[in-house]
């Protein structure tokens, strides 16, 4: 997937300014999509060579002047051509570098791994707490763009990137638990 696709389907909703697409990126669907303004600025240069999106300006009273950006019916098109197209794998490539860590863990001392997989766990769980108010902004967001059935698909992502954390969370404590049994058996001998 491309941050293009994930901007047209942003103003298949309504229009935004570039400013509003990354607000709505960074306080609803970061945990499994993020972008730099820049980037969003980028894309939305390129969709609008493409014919995919033009845009607007609105005037704003003591402040710069914000450009509006609305989906043409051929980046319409182009969006439900890509949803419509199915993937050859839908899980993405991952470069996790914690995962590298693990891989390499026994090059490090037991105790400091066990630190890193607290602190990951940690990480985990302040993800989870993010989720309510994730939660709150997609009820919100859904209700304020009058389209209240997009809120089922938007929690079914909420509800998989949860799960997910709370496997990682189980995962990272049995490991905890492994490491803490190879000391105690090291120690019997």
Same mark, same amino acid.
């Given at each position: *997937?491309?941050?293009?696709?994930? /901007?047209?389907?942003?103003?298949?909703?309504?229009? *935004?300014?570039?400013?509003? *697409?990354?607000?709505? +990126? #960074? !306080?609803?669907?970061?945990?499994?999509?993020? =972008?730099? +303004?820049?980037?969003?600025?980028? #894309?939305?240069?390129?969709?609008?060579?493409?014919?995919?999106?033009?845009?607007? /300006?609105?005037?704003?009273?003591?402040?710069? #002047?914000?450009?509006?950006?609305? /989906?043409?019916?051929?980046?319409?098109? =182009?969006?439900?051509? $890509?949803?419509?197209?199915?993937?050859? =794998?839908?899980?993405?490539?991952?470069?996790?570098?914690?995962?590298?860590? /693990?891989?390499?863990?026994?090059? &490090?001392?037991? %105790?400091?791994?066990?630190?890193?997989?607290?602190?990951? &766990? @940690? %990480?985990?769980?302040?993800?989870?707490?993010?989720? =309510?108010?994730?939660?709150?902004?997609?009820?919100?967001?859904? @209700?304020?763009?009058?389209?209240?059935?997009?809120?089922?698909?938007?929690?079914? +992502? +909420? !509800?998989?990137?949860?799960?997910?954390?709370?496997?990682?969370?189980? $995962?990272?404590?049995?490991?905890?638990?492994?490491?803490?049994?190879? #000391?105690?058996?090291?120690?019997?001998?």
């Amino acid at each position: *997937m491309s941050l293009q696709h994930a /901007i047209l389907g942003l103003l298949s909703y309504e229009p *935004m300014s570039g400013y509003d *697409m990354k607000s709505f +990126l #960074d !306080n609803s669907i970061n945990f499994f999509w993020s =972008a730099q +303004l820049s980037q969003i600025y980028r #894309d939305l240069g390129t969709l609008e060579k493409k014919g995919c999106v033009s845009f607007h /300006i609105d005037a704003q009273e003591g402040r710069p #002047d914000r450009k509006v950006y609305q /989906i043409t019916p051929e980046g319409e098109k =182009a969006f439900h051509d $890509w949803l419509q197209k199915f993937p050859t =794998a839908l899980s993405s490539a991952v470069r996790d570098e914690f995962s590298v860590r /693990i891989f390499f863990g026994s090059r &490090i001392p037991k %105790e400091e791994l066990g630190f890193q997989l607290r602190r990951f &766990i @940690k %990480e985990q769980q302040e993800q989870i707490s993010s989720f =309510a108010y994730v939660k709150k902004v997609v009820e919100s967001y859904s @209700k304020s763009i009058s389209a209240p059935e997009e809120e089922l698909y938007w929690k079914l +992502l +909420l !509800n998989r990137s949860n799960s997910v954390a709370q496997t990682l969370i189980k $995962w990272a404590e049995e490991s905890i638990q492994e490491l803490e049994n190879i #000391d105690k058996d090291q120690r019997k001998d």
